[in-house]
């Protein structure tokens, strides 16, 4: 699943197999934005919408799961929203549980700087006759510091605690695309492996090569963007222990932390502490 999820980051859309569909093509005008929110009278609510409703009248983030598909590039390819019953079981657990409440606690600084203020939930991506239900990330969404978009919900399943923390270390990654784009990570950080990327070659790449070429993964070898996601997203995965042993085996790896641990500890966030919050949500906690 790791693999699909760097693929989807890549591409700013959602992974899409070659199983045929249904559904059929809407008429889209390329020149707009397809993005289009109906604000629901109150007494038309469902749970999801109060569930919604409290969530931000606690944390300040409108989470959206009603909207016109988002057109993403030429011709027929768009997000499209979850299904009601998915979104309801990934808002309960993985916004107003895993996320929200735990960050404004650990970090209450950085958290009413920095969390955008609008969550957009993804049920999959639709391109001409092709769908995948299964998508998981949504990084076309995530150009903008305002607002992260995630895929992926028609999949979810509680139950899975290996995948539950794959996506909320994968929420840190696009995240990183909002921070990046609100500071910008520096052309200090792009130097560090300038002329070294491996752009679309990254796939024949293994995550150990890339290690040793001074890259987090082998995705964070594509390009500079990236590089600087993964490194966030591989310090919020691994325990400081695992991060530090890996950084002592190449010098542009002891680079990139110390600066992608400084960029977020000016901040307010201890990336080493996110990583133990992660992993106690998920891993040691009942739901």
């Known amino acids: 699943m790791k693999t699909l999820y760097y693929l989807?980051?890549?591409?700013?859309?959602?992974?899409?197999?070659?199983?045929?569909?249904?559904?059929?093509n809407p008429t889209i005008d390329q020149k707009i934005d397809y993005f289009d929110i109906t604000d629901k009278p109150k007494?038309?609510?469902?749970?999801?919408?109060?569930?919604?409703?409290?969530?931000?009248?606690?944390?300040?983030?409108?989470?959206?799961?009603?909207?016109?598909?988002?057109?993403?590039?030429?011709?027929?390819?768009?997000?499209?929203?979850?299904?009601?019953?998915?979104?309801?079981?990934?808002?309960?657990?993985?916004?107003?549980?895993?996320?929200?409440?735990?960050?404004?606690?650990?970090?209450?600084?950085?958290f009413a700087r920095e969390i955008p203020r609008e969550f957009i939930l993804m049920g999959g991506y639709y391109h001409s006759t092709q769908s995948d239900l299964n998508a998981a990330s949504g990084a076309g969404f995530n150009g903008q510091f305002y607002?992260?978009?995630?895929?992926?919900?028609?999949?979810?399943?509680?139950?899975?605690?290996?995948?539950?923390?794959?996506?909320?270390?994968?929420?840190?990654?696009?995240?990183?695309?909002?921070?990046?784009?609100?500071?910008?990570?520096?052309?200090?950080?792009?130097?560090?492996?300038?002329?070294t990327y491996y752009k679309e070659a990254w796939s024949t790449k293994s995550n150990s090569t890339a290690n040793k070429d001074g890259f987090f993964s082998a995705y964070g070898g594509f390009a500079p963007e990236e590089d600087f996601a993964t490194g966030v997203e591989y310090i919020t995965r691994k325990s400081k222990q695992e991060v530090l042993s890996l950084i002592e085996t190449n010098e542009k790896l002891k680079t990139k932390y110390?600066?992608?641990?400084?960029?977020?500890?000016?901040?307010?966030?201890?990336?080493?502490?996110?990583?133990?919050?992660?992993?106690?949500?998920?891993?040691?906690?009942?739901?």
């Open 43 to 110: 007494e038309k609510w469902n749970e999801l919408d109060s569930l919604c409703d409290s969530i931000y009248n606690a944390f300040g983030v409108k989470v959206i799961y009603e909207y016109t598909p988002r057109l993403i590039r030429t011709g027929y390819a768009y997000y499209y929203p979850p299904s009601y019953e998915k979104a309801l079981a990934y808002t309960r657990l993985m916004l107003a549980k895993f996320w929200l409440p735990t960050v404004k606690k650990a970090f209450p600084d950085y």
């Open 147 to 195: 607002r992260l978009g995630m895929g992926g919900i028609n999949m979810f399943d509680k139950s899975d605690k290996d995948e539950l923390y794959d996506h909320l270390v994968t929420l840190w990654h696009e995240h990183a695309h909002n921070q990046d784009v609100k500071y910008g990570r520096s052309k200090y950080f792009d130097n560090i492996s300038v002329g």
């Open 8 to 24: 989807l980051i890549l591409l700013g859309i959602s992974v899409f197999h070659s199983c045929k569909t249904e559904e059929n």
């Open 258 to 287: 110390a600066f992608i641990y400084r960029f977020y500890n000016d901040k307010g966030m201890d990336l080493h502490r996110l990583h133990e919050l992660c992993d106690s949500v998920v891993f040691k906690t009942t739901y």
